[in-house]
């Protein structure tokens, strides 16, 4: 399997309620992604504070080819559409620890 990350920043003083509209749009469009990509697992975390945003988004297969063609519509979407939400990938991840989950929120809520 192969798997590949992106993390998600909030621009900063941009409203929140712009961020969590972006996200749930982005949610959204995961969701249709998914639906049209059976072979590829897409994992999403966010964590919304009141002057914090944390998210990521993994995508996970078997085909490295699939995954980065996905990887790069779904950063061609956020980055042509959303104001407050910048997307960068994540080069590697040292350990299995690296990805924190307290207090989280997933974009389909």
């Given at each position: 399997m192969y798997y590949y990350h992106l993390r998600l920043y909030r621009i900063a003083d941009v409203d929140i309620a712009i961020v969590e509209d972006e996200l749930r749009r982005l949610g959204e469009f995961i969701k249709h992604r998914a639906s049209l990509?059976?072979?590829?697992?897409?994992?999403?975390?966010?964590?919304?504070k009141k002057n914090e945003v944390n998210g990521y988004i993994i995508l996970g297969g078997r085909e490295r080819d699939k995954i980065e063609r996905e990887l790069e519509i779904i950063m061609g979407f956020i980055e042509s559409g959303f104001k407050s939400i910048v997307v960068k990938p994540v080069k590697s991840i040292k350990s299995k620890e690296a990805l924190p989950i307290p207090l989280s929120r997933n974009f389909f809520e």
């Open positions: 990509n059976r072979d590829i697992s897409y994992y999403t975390l966010t964590f919304v």
